[in-house]
């Protein structure tokens, strides 16, 4: 997680621009979630229902999620906000890519759009 909280860093000071900076980081995240998608995947069930698991996994993940969100979330609206939680879950990636059978540049081009063409929600009272 190190390597790329090191990234958000340099993607915080370095890419200007929104989607690149948002494909970017997806790619490594993406790339993250790859490379330790079993580990991932066993810690993140068992954080479910075992308490000591929770709170490791919520120290251990939650500095580098925050990271994520506060860097690429520059400049974003709160439903595109939304839509950068979910793309920067686990079970997202693991549906779009693992399950979905989507390429990872593919699943990175689709969630950028995605985030890009959002615009804000106006709440409608139900009659």
Do not use: K
Not at 43 to 57: C, G, I, K, Q, S
């Amino acid at each position: 997680m190190s390597a790329t909280r090191r990234l958000m860093r340099r993607l915080g000071r370095g890419i200007a621009d929104q989607g690149e900076r948002l494909t970017t980081g997806l790619v490594a995240i993406y790339a993250w979630f790859e490379r330790n998608a079993s580990l991932v995947a066993c810690v993140l069930r068992d954080a479910e229902h075992h308490a000591l698991t929770r709170e490791a996994a919520g120290r251990h993940f939650a500095p580098a999620m925050a990271a994520w969100q506060e860097v690429l979330g520059v400049g974003l609206i709160p439903t595109q906000i939304a839509l950068l939680r979910l793309a920067l879950s686990f079970f997202t990636w693991r549906s779009l890519i693992a399950e979905g059978g989507l390429a990872q540049a593919a699943a990175v081009h689709v969630i950028v759009r995605a985030i890009d063409r959002t615009e804000e929600v106006v709440e409608v009272e139900a009659a």
